[in-house]
């Protein structure tokens, strides 16, 4: 009598546990014959993005504004100075486009940075659709 190999099962959890083998008499519809799977490249989407939008008030300085725009948003002086326009001319002006985590984390900066020297400015995130 030969013996056959019996394969084990590379599970963690059983590491010598053998793998039942399915008899050539065998009906019980437990097993099935194996079949080649295509496997897909995963879609990645894109994460939906948040503008950061900054609010027009009568009390904090356009130099701040500026500040602001530079240090947290990294926009050059004459980008910041753009925005910072914006902002007074229209009430609102878009600081900068991120993901929502990353949106909601600078808002969250330049409201503190803005309270603590004592200025009204307020810094909130909305769904940007685009680009």
């Known amino acids: 009598m030969i013996l056959q190999a019996i394969p084990t099962v590379s599970d963690w959890h059983f590491p010598n546990m053998p793998v039942p083998r399915a008899q050539d008499g065998d009906t019980d519809g437990e097993t099935a014959p194996q079949t080649d799977v295509l496997v897909a490249e995963p879609e990645v989407a894109k994460p939906p993005m948040y503008a950061v939008v900054m609010y027009n008030d009568n009390y904090t300085p356009m130099e ?8 947290e948003f990294r926009h050059s002086m004459d980008s910041a100075v753009e925005i910072m326009l914006t902002i007074h001319n229209s009430s609102k002006g878009i600081a900068g486009i ?5 949106a909601e984390t600078k808002a969250k900066k330049v409201n503190s940075l803005a309270h603590r020297e004592g200025y009204p400015l307020l810094t909130q995130i909305e769904p940007h659709q685009g680009e």
Not at 64 to 71: A, P, W
Not at 98 to 102: G, L, Q, V, W
């Open 64 to 71: 701040f504004v500026v500040y602001v725009l530079q240090s």
């Open 98 to 102: 991120y993901p929502k985590d990353i």
